[in-house]
């Protein structure tokens, strides 16, 4: 460790912000500019360091913010006719900005069922290769285009917030839709009613109050926030009530007026679920 504190110190001076591995001398850039290597040789510039050359950057180091340079251009959605799992993924699609196909299934029928990975919708068919679980579609098209945080910690955070909200929402499902039990199905809606709604968006109006801007993660739209603001939507809808949860109601409205999510939202016919 001893040999190499002199090129530690080094990179420390020649940069504004620099974090260098043992083996990574500290790339030249301008007075004034910014680059940062991490401990795994990647480099990242600033808009000002046009002389900062970025190495061999592995894939997974590549920010998220990133469109990747392999994105598909055939993407077919396939589900019911409803919001439902599919509209996460939906959302993402849409606030990007990318064209896709958007199927909406009014039958799913024995042969049908057989066609898909695991008898099950959605699915994502990507240059005719199909993919299923909603929660990993949705994941994978976050990445992709852009809604994913630029670290591993923002990631972290957005996984956190996903599988919570996943927690909600399958409670949800199971008391509208599975419940055979009237008697079991008005009690499993009540203890969402009084309970378990309101203590989950306590702790969205906690980790927003905790993320310091409008968003769960960062200074612009993750998957976090769309997964959340569809959470709710779906709440609303059954007549619940966020009044209480001011960070939450400001989020769902931010979300809600973007552009490409606004003119979506008002077109989207209403279904059920």
């Not at 630029?150 to 599988?163: F, G, K, M, P, S």
């Not at 009530?241 to 939450?248: A, K, L, Y």
Request: net charge negative.
């Amino acid at each position: 460790m001893r040999c190499y504190l002199p090129l530690i110190l080094h990179c420390l001076l020649s940069c504004d912000r620099v974090y260098c591995s043992a083996d990574t001398p500290c790339p030249t850039s301008r007075s004034g500019s910014g680059c940062t290597t991490d401990v795994v040789d990647q480099t990242y510039c600033t808009a000002d360091t046009d002389d900062c050359a970025r190495r061999n950057i592995p894939d997974k180091a590549i920010k998220s913010s990133e469109k990747s340079k392999t994105a598909p251009t055939n993407l077919k959605l396939v589900y019911f006719n409803g919001r439902g799992r599919a509209e996460v993924s939906r959302l993402i699609l849409v606030a990007a900005g990318e064209q896709f196909e958007d199927v909406r299934l009014e039958t799913f029928l024995p042969e049908d069922k057989a066609k898909t990975p695991f008898g099950q919708l959605p699915v994502l068919e990507i240059d005719g290769k199909m993919y299923a679980q909603s929660v990993a579609i949705a994941t994978y098209l976050a990445r992709e285009f852009g809604f994913y945080g630029e670290t591993n910690l923002d990631a972290l955070r957005i996984d956190e917030i996903v599988q919570l909200t996943q927690e909600i929402m399958n409670a949800a499902y199971t008391a509208y839709f599975y419940e055979p039990d009237e008697n079991k199905q008005a009690e499993l809606i009540r203890e969402l009613q009084e309970k378990q709604f309101p203590r989950y968006l306590g702790y969205y109006e906690k980790l927003l109050k905790d993320s310091g801007t409008s968003y769960f993660v960062g200074n612009s739209l993750t998957l976090a926030d769309l997964i959340v603001y569809d959470a709710v939507f779906s709440f609303l809808q059954r007549a619940y009530s966020i009044d209480g949860f001011p960070r939450v109601e400001a989020l769902c409205q931010l979300v809600e007026s973007l552009p490409n999510i606004q003119t979506y939202v008002a077109q989207r016919e209403k279904t059920p679920f």
